[in-house]
């Protein structure tokens, strides 16, 4: 099986006062005695790399020195776990893509520039992982201002469309966060975050 290198970070405002942790996930069977060593960024970020079989979706999380376990913004989704009443972040490590050869072009055409313009990072509400921020991007949510006036039916609808994976989740609050970070109320939004879980 093909594999390929993964980074992982875990953000300072996560990582609060901890000075190290380790990653657990289903690559290394959630046993701390594999579990791969964070390695503590100049600016207070944790952060490993490994090697994951690709085409594969493994959940994980992150235990920390100071006993918490905490869950990075960089997820692809996040499954909630009933048993523990938990969510671990998964990741979707993509299959390799065979390039096909290029073809030849017989005259060169000048590109015109277009000007993209680039929405919000929505990874930043929580609850919202890479993938569901993608599904949101999609669907025409790009900016936390979309989707701060989003209804609950719209969301549901874009997550239960994505299939059971993602159907799981609960946007209820994502309107609200995106409220407040579209506001720039960047300290109100953490403390709204700091009482949630998974966006619940």
């Excluded at 930043?124 to 991007?137: F, H, P, R, S, Y």
């Amino acid at each position: 099986m093909a594999k390929t290198k993964i980074n992982f970070s875990l953000a300072p405002e996560i990582v609060g006062n901890a000075s190290s942790g380790i990653l657990l996930g289903e690559f290394n069977n959630w046993d701390a005695s594999k579990g791969v060593k964070l390695k503590k960024a100049k600016d207070g970020s944790l952060t490993t790399a490994i090697t994951l079989e690709t085409g594969k979706v493994y959940e994980y999380r992150y235990l920390l020195d100071d006993g918490r376990w905490v869950n990075d913004g960089n997820a692809d989704a996040y499954n909630f776990v009933s048993d523990f009443q938990i969510d671990n972040c998964v990741i979707e490590v993509p299959a390799p893509v065979k390039k096909a050869p290029a073809k030849k072009v017989a005259a060169k055409t000048s590109a015109k520039k277009v000007a993209v313009v680039k929405g919000d990072d929505l990874t930043k509400i929580e609850g919202v992982g890479k993938k569901i921020a993608e599904l949101l991007v999609a669907d025409g949510i790009d900016t936390f201002e979309k989707l701060g006036k989003a209804t609950q039916k719209t969301l549901k609808g874009i997550l239960e469309a994505a299939g059971p994976r993602y159907n799981i989740h609960e946007p209820k609050t994502w309107p609200k966060q995106a409220k407040l970070a579209a506001a720039g109320k960047m300290d109100e939004l953490k403390k709204l975050q700091d009482s949630l879980k998974g966006g619940k």
